[in-house]
């Protein structure tokens, strides 16, 4: 044992790489591109640290080729299920009573690996088996997973530090005790990055994680799994089980010894593990802390001061980027009379000129939606808003999954604020657009606060700093993440803790100490030095 007080210091943000034509970083993501898309691999679970095989088989294909199979996998069932459980219970003394400090460098030498020999591996992985450009993955799937495993570690030894205030006679301490119990960590298709985080930030503080990862990701996230074993992550401390999600957590959430859920994915899903949750509670040893991050229906915002440039921009990344498929991208904007004429020239103009295609056409600004299920829900929501005498299409609006689940960027614009495609989540490159009168802007801010029913990002494009503070007061309780003049996706670990509220979740925000601070049972311990020898106390006296 080192006898010593450590502290990680605060990390600086991971860069990423461009991928410029003829840099050494694109010539090695394409030579994994081409070597991981030629593999068809088995994905096991992976349980107390060992691979297990059920024979209950589920494919990976890639989204924008959806006749190539990229992996297949096996699916827990009732008894693996179990099994994981137990194996995180076998686990946690061992994990529970292990130096902080080493926990943390199981993390810390992920990161260091994601960051150096596996880059390209993740990079290519997340783009074939989730459909992303090899920006969009190089921002998260390396980027944004080292910054959770770095910053998360230094918000540990930075909590960890804080201690009550003590007397010459009384010493107290607060003991950072990891929850009692395993955390249910529950994680979506559209960032590896989250797939990483969710599990590991309970880990992190001692805790042991069974871990559904969400089918559409399984590919990547099985890296991410491999990755962290190769790290250190002793056995148990993370159980890897896909499978079908209704099914995994009928059994899960029966455990008694339940403890935390670690989720993010749909509202309705969300909220319906919460009722599973509250009619199991007379089961359970402890109250399960519950972190959920939601949907969302984020918003731009622009004013008359606005810059133009800045706007079609910021409404072209914030919409269409990763295919919208992100909880943060911008679905409804509301733009003002004097600026829609000029902005909507430039808008229809850029939104033709971008390319949808396959990821390996590095051209590609736009790529393939998830899956079939969303690309048929995506395309009901294009059906809608063309019948509708409410909307007109004023760019794309084309879907075609005969090789890829392919739908080009939409416009859709309506004079009623409170249309279907204005209120809904739609999780695809959908932007609807309401053009309001300029001398109605606050009571535009107060349409905007009450139209939707999430809280999770939005943001104002102005000049006008009062304008910009009329906003931001106005819709203070209807985005988690705010932004001015940028695009309402931008959330980097450190720099803007993500998370919402209203439907749109818990509000605990990833990456940062907040969350970190969710998966841990404080306790006080109390010394006192010189202990009172007598009951009676001085006022007693006659």
Not at 285 to 312: L, M, Q, R, W
Request: proline share 5%; glycine share 6%.
């Amino acid at each position: 044992m080192i006898d010593n007080l450590f502290s990680f210091k605060r990390p600086s943000n991971e860069m990423p790489n461009d991928f410029k034509v003829n840099s050494v970083e694109r010539k090695e993501l394409k030579f994994k591109l081409e070597e991981y898309s030629k593999k068809v691999i088995e994905i096991p679970l992976i349980i107390n640290g060992k691979e297990v095989r059920t024979g209950d088989m589920g494919e990976v294909r890639m989204p924008h080729n959806h006749k190539h199979i990229l992996a297949n996998y096996h699916k827990a069932g009732e008894k693996e299920i179990s099994m994981a459980v137990e194996a995180s219970r076998e686990a946690k003394k061992e994990w529970e009573n292990m130096p902080w400090q080493m926990r943390a460098l199981v993390f810390k030498k992920a990161a260091a690996l994601i960051a150096g020999p596996y880059r390209q591996v993740m990079n290519a992985v997340t783009m074939l088996g989730q459909s992303k450009n090899a920006y969009q993955a190089e921002i998260e799937a390396v980027c944004e997973l080292v910054d959770f495993f770095e910053f998360n570690t230094h918000y540990i030894s930075k909590m960890y530090k804080e201690q009550p205030d003590s007397t010459r006679t009384v010493i107290n301490q607060l003991d950072y005790r990891p929850l009692e119990g395993f955390v249910f960590a529950v994680t979506p298709f559209n960032f590896t990055a989250i797939g990483g985080n969710l599990p590991s930030a309970p880990a992190m503080v001692g805790n042991t994680v069974v871990w559904k990862p969400a089918l559409t990701a399984v590919y990547s996230n099985y890296f991410v799994m491999k990755i962290l074993q190769e790290a250190g992550l002793p056995s148990g401390v993370i159980n890897f089980i896909p499978g079908d999600g209704a099914k995994v957590a009928d059994v899960v959430l029966k455990k008694d010894d339940l403890a935390g859920i670690h989720f993010t994915g749909s509202t309705t899903v969300f909220n319906s593990m919460w009722k599973k949750v509250a009619q199991n509670l007379e089961k359970y040893k402890t109250y399960p802390k519950i972190v959920g991050e939601t949907g969302g229906k984020d918003f731009v915002v622009v004013h008359p001061s606005a810059d133009n440039n800045e706007v079609v921009t910021g409404l072209i990344r914030g919409a269409y980027e990763y295919q919208g498929q992100k909880c943060s991208a911008a679905s409804r904007a509301y733009i003002p009379e004097s600026k829609w004429a000029e902005i909507k020239n430039s808008l229809i103009k850029e939104v033709k000129n971008i390319k949808v295609g396959p990821v390996e056409e590095f051209s590609n600004f736009v790529n393939a939606v998830i899956d079939q299920k969303a690309f048929d829900k995506i395309e009901n929501y294009i059906d809608y808003a063309r019948k509708s005498p409410e909307a007109e299409i004023i760019a794309g609006g084309t879907c075609d999954d005969t090789k890829g689940y392919f739908i080009s960027p939409t416009l859709i614009l309506t004079e009623n604020p409170k249309f279907k495609t204005m209120v809904e989540e739609i999780f695809g490159p959908v932007l609807t657009i309401f053009v309001y009168p300029d001398d109605e802007f606050e009571q535009t801010l107060k349409l905007v606060n009450e139209t939707s029913p999430y809280g999770l990002t939005g943001s104002i494009f102005a000049k006008d700093r009062q304008a910009q503070l009329k906003a931001i007061k106005e819709l203070r309780q209807a985005a988690g993440n705010f932004y001015v003049n940028d695009k309402p996706t931008t959330a980097i670990v450190g720099q803007q803790p993500f998370g919402g509220a209203r439907a749109s979740g818990t509000n605990d925000k990833a990456g940062a100490e907040q969350n970190l601070s969710r998966w841990i049972s404080p306790r006080v311990v109390k010394e006192t030095l010189v202990p009172a020898k007598d009951y009676k106390y001085p006022f007693m006296d006659e």
